[in-house]
C-alpha cells in the first residue's frame, strides 16, 4: 500500500484537488491494508469453512475494528474518532474514490500484490513472480467526464503486459500451491478434525484440550470476540497435538496423521480418473467401509475454483467451503487501457491472453481419502 | 544443450540400449545446438526477409555444413567423416530418435529455451524468464509399445506449469520485445535500406560502400559462400554509415534517420486505429505524396504473426516477412503428459491455459511511417 | 551435500579407486549432513548456552545416533548395523578421507554453505548471498604423493575469489543477522528466563509450566534422552507463554517482555561508549538496583566472538554462552590454491582479503539491559 | 545519480536552506553524471594510457563542455550560460557543497555504484553486485557546526555493512573483470597495436586505414577535438580489422592474433612465478629474441593497482598505463559513521573489514608474452 500510495501520488496531479491522495485518505488506506484480514481466525480462511457456523472473516474484522473495547478500536479511534468506520468500510471496498476501493478489494489490490510475492518466495514456486514495479509505473487514472473520480487504468501496450503477467502469476499459484494435492488434502483432514471435535463436544464426550470457541460453536452459539481472538494457530495446532490422545479413535486417528505429515491422498476428476465425480464418492464411500473406516471422515469430495479473469459485472472467485483467499470482490466493470491518443478500451478486449481467459473458470474436483483405500481405488476409478 | 543432454541420461536408463544418449548422439547433439544459426545472414532473421531474393537461413546452415572449403565442415569431418551429415539432418529436425529431432527443433527446443533467457536478461524484460531446471527436471519419456522409439513428454500437474509458464514466457517476449513498435519499425527501416541499394546497385548508380553479397542480389545470381559469410553485422552497419553520404537522396535519408533513432512511428491496426490494415496504408501513401516522400520508403505495413502454442498438426510458427526467429517446425503431435498412474494425456487437454491458447494466433498489423506523417495520419486514422 | 557429492563425483576420477566418493560413502555423507544437528535444544544453539550443566549438542547428536532406542539408530541399522557409528564418527569430523571429514565440519562445510544461502533469503540479508555454484566449481583435490588421501582445495585465481566472497557472506551474516543486537539481546532474555525457571523449580516454587528436562536440571541430574527430546522449541515457547502467569514477579515480568518484543536494548562497548565493559557492567548495577531492577536479571554484559578465517592450526570460532552456530572444528592447515602449473600455496598467502584477515578476530561487547535504564545509563556512559 | 538525488531530497530538510538540494543543483548533478565521460578515447580508459601523448580524458571532458562549438556545451548553454562550467567543475569534484562534489567524484561516487551493477550483470561476476536500495537509505549528512556544508556520511551498524559490502564489491571486480589475466593481456596487445601504428605513421610506411587523431599523434602534435570525436571504439576497430593486411608484419601479426582472440599469456609475479619483476622481463626479452620475436612488442610487464579503501588524505587509486576506471580522487578526510546518540567515528575506526584494508594496495604484476614463449618461459621462470 505504501507503494501503491507513493505511484497514486506521482499521477494525481491532473486531478481535482479533491479527488487526490491527500494524507488523510493514504492514512485511511494505509490502515485498512494492515487491518483487513484482522478477522481471520486460526490457518485463515481454512476455520471460516471448517468451522460450523464461522462468521465470515470480513465480518469479523469489521466487528473487531467496531468494538469500542478492541486494541485496534481504540488506537484508530485515538486518532480520528471516525477513523474506525471509515477504515471498515474501505475493508469492504466502500469509498467515494473507486480507485481507493480497488486498491483494497479489486483484481490487482494490494493484498493480491502482496501475498503472490511473498508466497512465492516462500514455497520456491517462482512462477508467482510477477514484476511489481512495472505494474505501479504501468498505473493511470482513468479518463472521466465531469466531476465522476476515475478508476485505475493501464497504460497501453506496456501495461497491457504487466496486468497480464500479474493475473496469470496468480493463476500459477492457485495451480501449484493454494491447489496442491497436499494443501487441499491437508486442509479436508483439518475440516474433518474440526467437525469430529465439535460433534464429540456436543454429544459431551470428553476431550483432552477444550477450546472456548469450539465449546460455543457445539454449544451453537457464535464465540464472543475475546473467545475467537484467544484462538489463534498456535492454541488450534496445540489442541490438534493434544487430541492424539483423545478417546474418540476417529479424532485421535486424524491428528496423529496430519502431524505425521500422512496426508490423504487424491483422485483428481476429469485428470487421474473419468468416473464422475458423484460416482467416484460413492465408490470411495463403499471402498471406505469394506476397511471398516468411517466414510464421513475418510473419504470426500473436495472442489477448488477460481476465475482468474472475471467477465465484467461477474464476481471475481469463490473456491468452495476451504479455500484459501477467497474474494468477495464484485466489480462492475473490465478495467480499462489507456493508448498514446488518449482511447481507452477494455483491457479483456485488447490482450491476446486475458480474451481467451474472460469468464473462464479454473475447476479441480479430487476425491480425497486416506492412504490405505488408494489400491482398491485406483481399482475401480481407472477402469 | 548441455543441460538438456545431461537430463535425458538421468532419465533413459529404461530405455532399450539402441535408444539411449549415447556420447556420439549427445556429441552430434552439441554440434547441432552450436551450429543450427551459422546460415543466419547479418542482423538475424531480418536481413533474410529484406535481402530480394535470399535463400533461408536453414538452408545456408545445410550449405555451410556440407560445404568442403568451409572450416566448419572440416572440423567435424575430422572427428567423423559422416558428421556434417548428421548435424545437418539434426538441424533440420530429422533424427531417428524423436526425443532428439524435437530438442534441435520443437516446440519447446533448446534454442527457445536459451534465447529467451538470454533475451529476457538482455533487455530487462523479466516476463521473459522461466524456470529452466523446474522444466528439465518435468522432462519424461513417453511410454511406447514395441521398439519405437520415444518422444518427450512432461510429468504430471507440476510440470504442466513448467511448459506453460515456457511457453507464456515466449509470448510475453514476443508481444514485449520481438514484435515492439520501435523493433518493428526499425527492421522496417533496415529493409528499406536494403531494398533502395540493392535498386541502385541494379540502375548502375554509385553508393559508397560496395558489399559483393549486394552485388550478387543486384545482379541476379546469388552469393556465393564466400560473398555471404564476409557480410557479417559490422560490415553491413558499417555501410550504413557510409551510405549515409550516397548521393541517392532515398538511401542517405533513410540510413541517416536509422542512425540517429530517428525511427518510423507506428498506428496498431484495431487498436490504434479502426481503420482496416489496405485502406490504412492507401491513406497513408497519400498523406506521403502530399508530403513529397516515396510511399514506397516512408509508409508501409508490417503483419506480426505467431501461433504460441500450435494445434497439433500446424506449424508452430511465421512472422511475415522481416520476423525474427522465424520457426519452420511442423510436428505432428501435441506435447504428452504422462500422469502417476501412467495414463498419458495430450497437453492441450489438461492444461487450463494451454487448451484455451491452442492454435490461437497473436496478430500485430501496424501502419508504418516517417515520424512526420504523424499528425495528418493521427486525423485521417482516428476519425 | 548433495549436490557436494555430485561436484567430488565430476573430479574424483584421478583419484586411487579406494579414495572416491562411492555410493556407500555418499550414503554416510549424506546421512551426517541430515543428522549432525539432531542433538540440538529448543532454539538451537540458544538453549546449549542458557540451560545449567546442559551437554554440547555435538554430544547429544551421539548419544542420539548411537541409542538402540531412537528412531534414527534403527532407520540407519537397518540399512548397515555399523553405519550409526560411522555417521557419528563423521559428525565430529572423523573420516578418512581428509575431504569428506571436511565437508561435514570445516571452513566451508556443506552445513555453513546451506545455513548462509538461508538465512540470508528468510532475514533478506542479501550480504549473505554467495556463488554456490561457482564455489562448487572451484573445487579440486589437492596433490598428494603416496598413498596420502588428499583434502579439498581451491582452483587458482578464480577459486580463491569464491571462496574470499563465501567467507566475507558468513563475517556479515554475523555481523548483521547473528550478532545483531536485538538477536542477541532477545537471547540474552530466553537465557535470564531459563536460569530463572531452574532456580524456581531448585527452590521448590511453583510454575505453571512444569518441564521434565528443567526439573532434570534443577535436580542436578542430567534429562534422559526422552525428556531432552520432548523439549522442542514448541514446548518451550508455550512454556513461556505459560509463565507469563508465573507468582515470581522477575520470571513473569521477563517472559511478558519477551512476548511483546520490549526486548532488552544495548549499548556496544568500544562503538557507542568508551567506558570499558566490566567498569560499565558495574554501573549499570547500580543503576538496576536504584530502579529497583535485580541486577542479575536485567543488566549483563554480552560477549560474541567469530574468527572469520582462522589461522592455520586455530580453531575457527566460538562465540560465548549464547551464541547460534558455534563450531567446534580445529583444523590443521590453511586451504590450498593450486594454480595451473600444479603449484600449490596456502589460501591465506595468495589472498589480498584473507592475508589481511587471516586469524583476525570480530569481538562485539555490549551491555545489554532494560529498556527503562536507557536514560539514566546514557548519562553515565556516553560522558 | 537520480536515485541518489532522490534519497538526498528526502534527508535535506534539516540542513539549512541553502546546502539542500534544489532543482538547479539536481540538475547540475544529473547532467554531470551523465557527461563525466563525454571526453574517454576508444576503448575507455584504455587509450588514454596506449596514446602517445593523450590527454588524460578528464582534461577532454572538461575541453568538450567548455568548447563553444561542441553540441553539448550549445545545449547547456541553452538552458543556462553558466551550466557548462558548472558541470566541468562538478566533473573535477568541485563545488561548494562537499556532499555533492562526492556525489560525482568519491569513494561511492554514483558513477562507482552504476558501473559496478551493471558489469556485474553483463559479465554474470555476481561478486559485484551489491545492495544499492540499502547502500541509500544508509545515507545521512554529517552533523556539522556553524555554516559549514556537511559532507556525508553513514547511519549506524547497518550503513557500515552497506558500504563494507559496496567496497568489496568494488574489490572483487577488480579482481575477477577488471584485472583479469585476459583483460590485461588484451589491453596489452592493443597498446602494442596503437604504438606500432603511430610509430610507422612517424616512418612514414603507409598503412591501410588512417585515422587523423593518429596522425596527429605521430606528428606531435594534439589531435584537434573534431578528429578526436571521430575516433569512436568503431572506427578504431575497424582499423584494426584493416591493418591485418599492413604490409609491417609486427603490426599485421599483433591485429590478427587479437581478432582471432590469440591472447597473449601471462604469469603473475609472486604467485605463479618467484622470479622477480624485472628478471622476469629481462628473461622473456631473451627468450623472445632466441625466437626472433622483437620484444618490444611481444613481451612486456603489466602491473595493475588498485587501493580499495585509501587511508584519509591518499588517493584512491591508479593503475598504472592501461588500466580501466583510473580514478583521481583525492579525498582529504575518511567517511564518518553516525551512531543513534550522535556520535561520529571514522568508518576505518569502527569496520572490522575496513580497518584491516584500510590504505592496503592490490597488486597484480604480470610477464605478459605471445602465447609461443610459454615453452621456455615456464621452463626458466618455475625454477
Redo the contacts between chains.
Sequence with gaps: MQRFVARLRQIDGDLPFWQRMTSERARDAMAAALLHDVGHGPLSHLFEGAMPGASKHERLTTRILLDPDSEVHGLLSEDDPSLPHRVADLVMGVHELPYLANAVSGIFDVDRCDYLLRDA?ATGV??GDY?LP?LLRSLRFEPTEGNVAPGLAIDG??G??AI??FL?AR??MF??VYFH?STRAAETMIGHILRRAVQLVEAGEPIPARLPALEAAAAGRAPTLHEYLELDD?VLL?AIHAWEEAKDPVLSDLCKRLRARALFKTF?VG??TDVAADEALAIAVEVARARSLDPAYYVSLDRAIDTPYPAAQASSSAQGPAGPHIESTSEGRDLRVI???G?A?DLGD?S??LA??RG?T?ERTRLVFAAELRDDL?GAL?R
Tied chains: 1, 2, 3, 4.
Design positions: 518466495r517462482t512462477y514484476d512495472w501496450m506496456k497491457i503486459t497480464e503477467s496469470l493463476l500459477f495451480q501449484q494435492k498456535q496445540t483428481e485428470i487421474e493508448f498514446p491518443d482511447r478500451r485488447v491476446f491472453i481467451r481467459l473462464q479454473l485406483r481407472l
